[in-house]
């Protein structure tokens, strides 16, 4: 007598074999997408303080990493937005390595307005570290 049934389960093992290759295909496509996929930089962690000194408005560097000097200022009243890096500024510099660090303060001159709002902005990661508004 002859076994019919010898072959029989074969075609459910080779079906679950290629459903669980498949399954380890697609998510391991998933992972390769997901974790290729580039993110961005994050914002520099650093602690700025504005002040208003007679004419000019200073801003200190208290902490943290250091910026560059492409590091942007922005000023904006109502009539007017005044923008400056820091290379355009007056720097004090304790160390003279191309950057803000701790311990050093910007100085810009302001002149008659009595108040705007102050944005810095990192040019490296494209992000605002520091915002406020000064009024005299």
């Known amino acids: 007598m002859k076994n019919k049934r010898k072959n029989a389960a074969v075609s459910e093992i080779i079906g679950t074999v ?4 498949i399954t ?3 998510f391991a496509v ?3 997408v997901v974790l290729a996929y580039p993110h961005p930089s994050p914002p520099p962690s650093v602690n700025l303080v504005g002040m208003v000194d007679n004419d000019y408005l200073i801003i200190e560097h208290r902490g943290g990493e250091s910026l560059t000097l492409d590091t942007t200022v922005i000023i904006s009243n109502e009539t007017s937005t005044i923008r400056y890096t820091l290379k355009d500024v007056n720097i004090s510099h304790y ?5 803000w660090d701790v311990g050093e303060w910007i100085s810009i001159y302001i002149g008659g307005i009595s108040k705007a709002d102050v944005a810095v902005i ?3 990661t494209d992000s605002v570290i520091m915002t406020g508004r000064f009024k005299r």
Do not use: A, F, P, R
């Not at 290629?18 to 290759?21: D, I, R, S």
């Not at 160390?95 to 950057?99: A, E, F, K, V």
């Open 24 to 26: 380890i295909s697609l």
């Open 122 to 124: 990192d040019k490296t």
């Open 30 to 32: 998933l992972c390769v």
């Open 95 to 99: 160390t003279n390595n191309s950057q």
């Open 18 to 21: 290629l459903l669980l290759g």
